[in-house]
């Protein structure tokens, strides 16, 4: 008599957001024999969409097509999106949803995120709440309802001068609405930034009509007929604005697990296993608090979803070529009229061994800062220099020997010697990291290409390439078009060919 097989573990994951998304993704590449089934479960009435490229949205260089990530497969995954789970019964095992059905779990992923943090100022916090036309930019209809307000505002203040606060001050700004930013740290983007770079960065953004305002912040928030007129700083001075930001932070998204008696902190502790107080439930991503700490970044949380797929598999199942890289991730700001990459080591934390190389043009709002360890590139700041930085990172990831003399790393692209040169397709290692975000090297884009995967899009259902911070897409782009060109008569891919298309984040019909 033949033993009946086991049902398959039912694991159901609750928030449809970028690291939901990447632990669904993973776990379906992975578990080659079907031993899970899968659930996922996303509030938003959308297919599941890249939060980073909001900012490009906002600014009018991205449509919605570019936001979307590749559906998860529908003969693995039972996604429902546009629900809730108002209630998790540990118990029970079983969460109840806010279309009034129940769903059942053996484990539980919380990847519920975070929200976009608002002070408690006065004419914000009360009964009233906020004023219209008062904003976060954290969702597709955040940016959507700050793109609409933008066709009639007068002036725009942006509360936080991080990453994501200048992104957005660039993005109305090339809608025409007059900004001003204001900043309580000294400099803008201090988490990233030394204050010489910070000030041109400020010079910079002046000269594109975005006032900065620093070492203060707002203190009241006046609204008349319940919309926003004007704002009242900490130094008293007195700004219109029909029109406000708040780019001040974020604050984990735990109260589902407080409320079901799983313990959280700052953020739903989790252990080194990303294991919650109750055995059977997982959390990942920014609602989650490990034990080496929180970040609010992406690259963390596509790690935990990866380690923890590892856990549930095994780490022999798991596919030997995704493989990351324990270095700081490049930071760019996607901003109009503004190139800024910075990575690594800052000056200000370089070590008393390090050498540190200073290049510095006021008159032209350019700044360069390269820290070196042990003969390589351990840190960059790039500021203004468009043609290096793309050189600067590519020499930063690869870890490559350093020229004699380090200054030849800022030879433009194409002069006799540059570094930059290497950006070239193919000139550029197979073993070079194209995508950082995922992990996805030349050779794996080569690779989905002769599969079939001919096109960005396919290239990014295939690999993941491009559905991070984007910053990796013109790479992308140039290696298709390489490719192409060099086997213009290769094969279309065909219908059977088994590459996952991207989607438009759409709203759901059901």
Same mark, same amino acid.
């Given at each position: 008599?033949?033993?009946?097989?086991?049902?398959?573990?039912?694991?159901?994951?609750?928030?449809?957001?970028?690291?939901?998304?990447?632990?669904?993704?993973?776990?379906?590449?992975?578990?080659?024999?079907?031993?899970?089934?899968?659930?996922?479960?996303?509030?938003?009435?959308?297919?599941?969409?890249?939060?980073?490229?909001?900012?490009? !949205?906002?600014?009018?260089?991205?449509?919605?097509?570019?936001?979307?990530?590749?559906?998860?497969?529908? +003969?693995?995954?039972?996604?429902?999106?546009?629900?809730?789970?108002?209630?998790?019964?540990?118990?029970?095992?079983?969460?109840?949803?806010?279309?009034?059905?129940?769903?059942?779990?053996?484990?539980?992923?919380?990847?519920?995120?975070?929200?976009?943090?608002?002070?408690?100022?006065?004419?914000?916090?009360?009964?009233?709440?906020?004023?219209?036309?008062?904003?976060?930019?954290?969702?597709?209809?955040?940016?959507?309802?700050?793109?609409?307000?933008?066709?009639?505002?007068?002036?725009?203040?942006?509360?936080?001068?991080?990453?994501?606060?200048?992104?957005?001050?660039?993005?109305?700004?090339?809608?025409?609405?007059?900004?001003?930013?204001?900043?309580?740290?000294?400099?803008?983007?201090?988490?990233?930034?030394? *204050?010489?770079?910070?000030?041109?960065?400020?010079?910079?953004?002046?000269?594109?009509?975005?006032?900065?305002?620093?070492?203060?912040?707002?203190?009241?928030?006046? $609204?008349?007929? +319940?919309?926003?007129?004007?704002?009242?700083?900490?130094?008293?001075?007195?700004?219109?604005?029909?029109?406000?930001?708040?780019?001040?932070?974020?604050?984990?998204?735990?109260?589902?697990?407080? *409320?079901?008696?799983?313990?959280?902190?700052?953020?739903?502790?989790?252990?080194?296993?990303?294991?919650? $107080?109750?055995?059977?439930?997982?959390?990942?991503?920014?609602?989650?608090?490990?034990?080496?700490?929180?970040?609010?970044?992406?690259?963390?949380?596509?790690?935990?979803?990866?380690?923890?797929?590892?856990?549930?598999?095994?780490?022999?199942?798991?596919?030997?070529?995704?493989?990351? +890289?324990?270095?700081?991730?490049? !930071?760019?700001?996607?901003?109009?009229?503004?190139?800024?990459?910075?990575?690594?080591?800052?000056?200000?934390?370089?070590?008393?061994?390090? *050498?540190?190389?200073?290049?510095?043009?006021?008159?032209?709002?350019?700044?360069?800062?390269?820290?070196?360890?042990?003969?390589?590139?351990?840190?960059?700041?790039?500021?203004?220099?468009?043609?290096?930085?793309?050189?600067?990172?590519?020499?930063? +990831?690869?870890?490559?020997?350093?020229?004699?003399?380090?200054?030849?790393?800022?030879?433009?692209?194409?002069?006799?010697?540059?570094?930059?040169?290497?950006?070239?397709?193919?000139?550029?290692?197979?073993?070079?990291?194209?995508?950082?975000? &995922?992990?996805?090297?030349?050779?794996?884009?080569? &690779?989905?290409?002769?599969?079939?995967?001919?096109?960005?899009?396919?290239?990014?259902?295939?690999?993941?390439?491009?559905?991070?911070?984007?910053?990796?897409?013109?790479?992308?782009?140039?290696?298709?078009?390489?490719?192409?060109?060099?086997?213009?008569?290769?094969?279309?891919?065909?219908?059977?060919?088994?590459?996952?298309?991207?989607?438009?984040?759409?709203? $759901?019909?059901?």
């Amino acid at each position: 008599m033949t033993a009946q097989s086991s049902a398959p573990e039912k694991i159901v994951v609750v928030g449809a957001g970028m690291v939901g998304h990447r632990f669904v993704d993973e776990l379906v590449r992975n578990d080659r024999s079907g031993r899970f089934a899968i659930e996922l479960v996303g509030a938003e009435e959308y297919e599941p969409y890249n939060r980073i490229l909001l900012s490009e !949205v906002l600014a009018g260089r991205a449509d919605l097509r570019a936001l979307g990530l590749p559906l998860p497969d529908a +003969d693995r995954v039972l996604f429902r999106r546009g629900v809730a789970v108002d209630e998790i019964d540990t118990d029970a095992r079983e969460l109840l949803l806010s279309d009034g059905t129940r769903s059942t779990y053996d484990r539980l992923v919380l990847a519920t995120g975070a929200r976009a943090f608002v002070p408690p100022l006065p004419g914000l916090a009360g009964p009233a709440g906020a004023p219209k036309h008062v904003h976060v930019l954290r969702t597709l209809d955040d940016t959507r309802n700050i793109a609409a307000r933008a066709m009639n505002a007068k002036h725009a203040v942006v509360l936080g001068g991080g990453l994501l606060g200048l992104e957005a001050a660039c993005g109305l700004r090339r809608r025409g609405v007059p900004v001003t930013v204001v900043d309580l740290d000294d400099h803008l983007m201090a988490t990233q930034l030394d *204050r010489g770079p910070s000030r041109m960065l400020a010079a910079q953004l002046r000269s594109l009509g975005i006032d900065v305002i620093t070492s203060t912040s707002v203190a009241e928030v006046i $609204s008349a007929y +319940d919309e926003i007129v004007a704002v009242r700083l900490t130094d008293d001075r007195l700004l219109a604005a029909d029109l406000m930001l708040v780019s001040c932070g974020i604050r984990a998204e735990s109260g589902l697990a407080a *409320r079901a008696g799983i313990a959280v902190e700052r953020g739903i502790v989790v252990d080194e296993e990303l294991r919650t $107080s109750d055995p059977w439930v997982h959390a990942i991503g920014d609602c989650a608090q490990p034990p080496t700490g929180m970040t609010g970044l992406l690259a963390p949380g596509w790690n935990q979803a990866d380690d923890l797929v590892a856990l549930m598999l095994g780490r022999e199942d798991l596919d030997p070529d995704a493989v990351g +890289d324990d270095r700081p991730d490049p !930071v760019k700001l996607k901003a109009v009229g503004v190139d800024l990459v910075t990575m690594g080591v800052r000056p200000s934390q370089a070590l008393d061994d390090d *050498r540190v190389l200073t290049v510095s043009d006021g008159g032209g709002n350019r700044h360069v800062d390269l820290v070196l360890r042990d003969g390589e590139l351990v840190g960059v700041t790039c500021l203004g220099f468009p043609d290096v930085s793309a050189a600067l990172t590519l020499a930063y +990831d690869r870890r490559t020997p350093l020229p004699a003399d380090p200054l030849a790393l800022l030879v433009p692209a194409g002069a006799q010697g540059g570094v930059a040169a290497t950006v070239s397709p193919m000139r550029m290692p197979g073993s070079t990291t194209v995508c950082r975000c &995922s992990a996805v090297t030349k050779k794996q884009i080569v &690779s989905a290409w002769e599969q079939g995967a001919t096109t960005p899009d396919a290239i990014a259902g295939a690999t993941r390439a491009t559905t991070g911070c984007g910053g990796c897409k013109e790479v992308v782009c140039g290696l298709v078009d390489w490719l192409n060109a060099s086997d213009p008569a290769a094969p279309a891919p065909s219908v059977d060919t088994p590459v996952t298309p991207r989607n438009t984040p759409v709203e $759901s019909t059901t």
